[in-house]
C-alpha cells in the first residue's frame, strides 16, 4: 500500500476547487474549519483509491541449498525464458511478477551454511514455499532433507512446491528418487505438496516446459489461498 505524506501530496493541484477553499482567508470556527479539513482528506483518499488501486502482496520464498541452482530456476520463472545463472547468492534476492493488481513476490535467500540459520525467519510472510534441489548432487540429499524437515516444522500448514532441479544433466536422481531421498511422504499429510523436475539449460536458449508448468502451478496455487 502506498503511503502518502499530507505535506506532499500536492492536493491543491489534483482537487483545485478544494484548494481553492484552503487558500481563502482565515475562516473563524473551529468545527468548521475542522469539517472542511476531514472533507479534503477523504476527498484526497478516495482520489488515491480510484487513481491507484492498491495491488496485493504475495510472497513466495525460495530455498535450497547453494549450488542447487535457485537463482537460474527463479529467473526464468520470472522471465519466462532460459536464465541460467552462477554467480550464488549472497543474501536476498527479490523478483516479482506484476498481473493487473496482483503481484507475486518471489524472495530467495542465499544457501550458504552462514545463511540457512535464518530461513526459518522468513516463513511467517510465506504464503508458499519452494524449496530447490540439485537432483545430480547425491552426498548432499540428506543435508538438503535435513534442513526441509526443519523448516517444515515451523509452519504445518505452509504449501511446498519441491523443485528436483538439474534433471538434465545425466546422473541425476529421477523425482521418484528424489521423493524417497527427501522423505517426502512423511510431511504430506496436512499441507499441499508438489513434486516438479527441472532443468535451466545453460545456453538460455529454450525454455522448458516444466518451468513453465512450475509457474502455472504458482500462479493457480496462490488463486486458491486467496
Known amino acids: 500500500m502506498r503511503t502518502h505524506q499530507w505535506e506532499n501530496c500536492c492536493l491543491y ?74 554467480v550464488p547468492t549472497e543474501g536476498v534476492h527479490a ?13 530467495e535467500v542465499g544457501g550458504s551454511e552462514q545463511l540457512r540459520q535464518f530461513w526459518e525467519r522468513y516463513l511467517d510472510r510465506a504464503l508458499a514455499l519452494i524449496y530447490v534441489v540439485d537432483s545430480s548432487d547425491h552426498s548432499r540429499l540428506p543435508l538438503a532433507k535435513m534442513h526441509l524437515h526443519q523448516l517444515i516444522q515451523h509452519s504445518s500448514s505452509l504449501p511446498l512446491v519441491v523443485l528436483a532441479n538439474k534433471q538434465d544433466l545425466e546422473n541425476a536422481y529421477h ?8 522423505a517426502l511422504s512423511e510431511i504430506c499429510e496436512k499441507r499441499k505438496l508438489y513434486l516438479i523436475g527441472t532443468h535451466v539449460a545453460t545456453d538460455g536458449s529454450e525454455l522448458p516446459s516444466s518451468i513453465e508448468d512450475t509457474r502455472e502451478l504458482l500462479a493457480q496455487l496462490l488463486l486458491e489461498i486467496h
Open 175 to 182: 523425482i521418484t528418487d528424489i521423493h524417497d531421498a527427501l
Open 13 to 86: 493541484k489534483r482537487l483545485p476547487v478544494v484548494g481553492m477553499c484552503l487558500k481563502c482567508n482565515y475562516i473563524e470556527g473551529t468545527l468548521f474549519h475542522l469539517l472542511l479539513v476531514i472533507i479534503c482528506v477523504l476527498l484526497y483518499w478516495l482520489y488515491c483509491f480510484v487513481k491507484e488501486p492498491q495491488t496485493r502482496k504475495q510472497q513466495i520464498l525460495v530455498l535450497g541449498l547453494d549450488g542447487s541452482g535457485k537463482t537460474s530456476v527463479l529467473n526464468s520463472i520470472v522471465t519466462n525464458r532460459g536464465n541460467h545463472s552462477t
Open 95 to 107: 523478483v516479482c511478477i506484476t498481473n493487473g493488481n496482483s503481484k507475486m513476490e518471489f524472495l
